[in-house]
Each structure stands twice: as structure tokens, then as C-alpha cells.
């Protein structure tokens, strides 16, 4: 089956019970039985079946299963949203005085979370761009996971997966790949080499912008050495799924971050138009990016324009897409707003991923937390804007935008 077939006829979705074409929205906190003995059978792992929906709960595994099939994963758990997924993911590998190893440019609330990590003794080193050489060179006695972005939102560099996960493996380390800009649509880390897939579900996987989410897929296959990953010590007897088996028994459990059975179903009603929206909102920003690129004074950021740094990148692990996000630094803070002021069509919203084209000035929100210097590493600058694409007609988008520019003058001053 292709991508948009399994979509509709995958194994999960044809599964679900009574025939419901939807998973059943099971919206309720516990689960009962006829006898003690089963209950105790369900919490010993002995008997299938739900008990409280923290622990588990049927809409989430629908989803869950939908998305590990999507991803080619040994299993996925899913979370109340993208950084519950990817703080859950990095605390059931790393402990007090381990280090990550991490790219410059990734999402602002991740670069934030590294500085929460911090005061638990969790150190990050930064690689500027997430290469085989930069991370080579920074693997250390203490690092236990390198962690980056496919398509690095804003900055919209492209990880090499497997260059990365060649380096890393060699010395022990998996690699954890965010690949909420990407979806499975683009590409699949977990076959590029990666060991651990993240998504902000809230992002495109929703696409319709009505809920918060966040899934982890372990695709099963890293050898973890339980002498340097101390922290699945405890889980050693598992082998191959100790990863798994403590995140979902220990720290996602525990740290008590589980998504809502509406999400999980809002999420699926979502994901079966994921191939339409992505080959669309594609499309569209190539378009939009060309266009605004030929405009004097408007330097436009998108992995596939010609001569740009990661467009082979892209060609070898993004077939040849750039995803829905590009973003133009207009010369001037200034400019940036008059420009975003201006458009008709785009909204001014703090989000990626919706069906809806979005349009932000980073500076000014989404890294208002960091120093100037973080924000450039991070590839923002004062006068970029970033835009999230939508479906709607190209033409028209393209119309929006150069009318924008061209109306919001030069300079500071208008
Ligand atoms: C939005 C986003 C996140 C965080 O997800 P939330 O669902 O907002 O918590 C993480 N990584 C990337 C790349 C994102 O775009």
C-alpha cells in the first residue's frame, strides 16, 4: 500500500471494533472488571486490557498504532503534547551528570527545556549544524543521546540522519530525530537510522489546529549497552525494548503526561488527510518561496531553492520536498511587521502545521527567552518572518504576500 491507501485502509484503521470506521472516543477515567482477579491480571501485565487512562486507554492506542505503523516503529506512546513527548523521551535515557548532544537551530521551548535540564544535571553540548563531523567530535564518556530536527524549525536546516546516526552508533549513542516538520509523508527516520521519532502532534499530524499532542516511536532496534545507559539499568532484562518498556511503565507513568482520548481521536480524524495536506501545503510553499525569492531585498529561507546549503540534503532524504515551512528575513524589524500587517489571508498565530497559512515574527515571541546570540545561533534574526503554508490556492497566497511586500515599503520608515 502507498502512503495515502494506508492512510485509509492500514492495518489499525480497518481493526477498530464493531466496524466503527473511527476509534470509539473511550472518554472515561478508569476501567472496570467482573472480578479482582482480572483487575490484578490487567495491572500484572498478564491480561489484556485498560485500567486507568494515564496508564492506557483504547483512542490512544488506536492512534498510537496508527502513527507506529506510519513511522515503521516498534511501538509509540503518546503524550499531552510535542515537549511532554520530548521531555519524557530524553529523561528515560539520560540522569543526573549525563549529556546530550543537540543542534543549534531546533524549536525554541526544546532549546528552553535544555536550560530546565540543566539545574537537574543533565548537561546539552551544542553542535552549530547537527553533521557527522560536528558530532563526532563532541561525543564524550557521558554523552547518552544526540538529539535534532529533521527540517530544524525556524532555522529549516536538514539533519544527514545517517551520517549522524553512523557516528552515533559507532560510539554507543542512539539518535533521537523530532520530525514534526517532516511527518511520515516526508520521510521516516527511523529507516534513514534514526532510533527514537518525535512529533508535536499538535503540528501537522492534526492539521486542523484543535488540539495540543506529542508521540514518541521507538523503533526497537538500538542495542543499548546498560553499563552507559545507566538509567535503563533497572531494565536491562528487556534488551532491545528497555526503552520502551521504561518509558511507558516508569517516567511517562509517572511524570503523569498522557494525551486526552479526544486528542487521540481528533488526531485520527486528522491524520487521514495527512498525504492530501502535505503534498498541498508543499506545493504551495515551493511556489511562495520561489516567488518571494525573486523579489529585490527579500532573502528567502526554503531547503529545495536552488543553491541553498541542505537542497541535497533534501533531495537524498526528503524525496526532493521542503515541507510547509519557509521563512524571509525583509531587511528591517520594522518592514518584517509592516509586511505581516498587511496580509490578508495569513493569520498572525503562534503555530506551525494547520491546514491555515500562519505567519510569526519569531524575534519578538517565540524566542523572547533567549539572548540575541542564542537567537542567531538558532537561525533567527529581527527581521525574519516565518510562514507556515496552508492549502489554500496557491495563486492566491503568492498574490497575498507580494502585494504585502511591495505595499510595506523600504527602510525602517515607512
Ligand atoms: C511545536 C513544536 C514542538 C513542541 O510541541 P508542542 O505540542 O507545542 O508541545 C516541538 N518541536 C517542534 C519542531 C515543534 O514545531
Not at 488506536?62 to 513527548?85: D, K, T
Not at 551528570?97 to 537551530?105: K, L, V
Not at 527511523?190 to 499530524?205: C, E, F, P, Q, R
Not at 521504561?246 to 480524524?269: H, K, Q, S, Y
Amino acid at each position: 500500500m502507498k502512503f495515502n491507501t494506508k492512510l485509509i485502509h492500514g492495518k489499525v484503521v480497518s481493526g477498530y471494533a464493531d466496524g466503527a470506521i473511527l476509534p470509539p472516543v473511550a472518554q472515561a477515567a478508569a476501567f472496570r472488571y467482573e472480578s479482582m482477579e482480572d483487575l490484578e491480571g490487567v495491572f500484572q501485565h498478564r491480561k489484556k486490557g485498560y485500567a486507568y487512562s494515564r496508564i492506557g486507554n483504547p483512542t490512544l492506542t488506536a492512534f498510537e498504532q496508527r502513527i507506529n505503523e506510519l513511522e515503521g516503529g516498534f511501538s509509540a506512546i503518546s503524550c499531552s503534547s510535542g515537549m511532554a513527548a520530548i521531555s519524557a523521551a530524553l529523561l528515560t535515557v539520560c540522569e543526573s551528570g549525563d549529556e546530550i548532544i543537540a543542534g543549534n537551530g531546533l524549536y525554541g521551548g526544546t532549546i528552553d527545556l535544555f536550560r530546565d535540564l540543566e539545574k537537574l544535571g543533565i548537561h546539552t553540548v551544542f553542535a552549530d549544524h547537527l553533521t557527522a563531523e560536528a558530532v563526532g567530535g563532541l561525543i564524550g564518556e557521558r554523552t547518552k543521546v544526540v538529539f535534532g530536527e529533521l527540517i530544524s524549525n525556524p532555522s529549516l536546516r536538514v539533519m544527514d540522519i545517517p551520517g549522524v546516526s553512523n557516528i552515533a552508533h559507532e560510539a554507543g549513542i542512539p539518535l533521537f530525530v523530532d520530525s514534526t516538520t517532516a511527518t511520515p509523508y516526508i520521510a521516516r527516520p527511523l529507516s534513514l537510522g534514526a532510533d527514537v521519532v518525535i512529533h508535536s502532534t499538535s503540528k501537522y499530524l492534526n492539521g486542523g489546529g484543535n488540539a495540543i499532542g506529542g508521540i514518541i516511536v521507538d523503533g526497537g532496534r538500538f542495542a543499548w549497552d546498560f553499563n552507559r545507559h545507566r538509567a535503563l539499568m533497572e531494565f536491562r532484562k528487556y534488551g532491545k525494548a528497555a526503552f520502551t518498556i521504561r518509558l511507558r511503565t516508569d517516567i511517562w507513568e509517572n511524570f503523569g503526561g498522557c494525551m486526552a482520548p479526544v486528542t487521540a481521536f481528533l488526531n485520527c480524524i486528522g491524520l487521514d488527510t495527512l498525504g492530501l495536506r502535505m503534498e498541498r501545503i508543499c506545493f504551495n510553499a515551493e511556489r511562495l518561496a520561489q516567488a518571494l525569492d525573486r523579489i529585490p531585498g527579500i532573502t528567502v529561507n526554503y531547503p529545495t531553492l536552488p543553491d541553498r546549503p541542505c537542497r541535497e540534503l533534501a533531495e537524498k532524504e526528503l524525496q526532493g520536498l521542503g515541507g510547509g515551512i519557509l521563512s524571509f528575513r525583509a531587511g528591517s524589524r520594522e518592514k518584517a511587521f509592516r509586511i505581516i500587517n498587511r496580509l490578508k489571508y495569513a493569520l498572525i498565530a503562534s503555530n506551525i502545521g494547520d491546514l491555515r497559512t500562519l505567519v510569526i515574527h519569531p524575534a519578538s515571541t517565540l524566542y523572547i527567552h533567549s539572548s540575541r546570540e542564542k537567537m542567531e545561533e538558532a537561525g533567527v534574526y529581527d527581521d525574519m518572518v516565518r510562514v507556515s503554508v496552508g492549502i489554500e490556492d496557491a495563486e492566491d497566497l503568492i498574490r497575498d504576500f507580494t502585494d504585502a511586500v511591495s505595499g510595506a515599503g523600504d527602510g525602517v520608515n515607512q
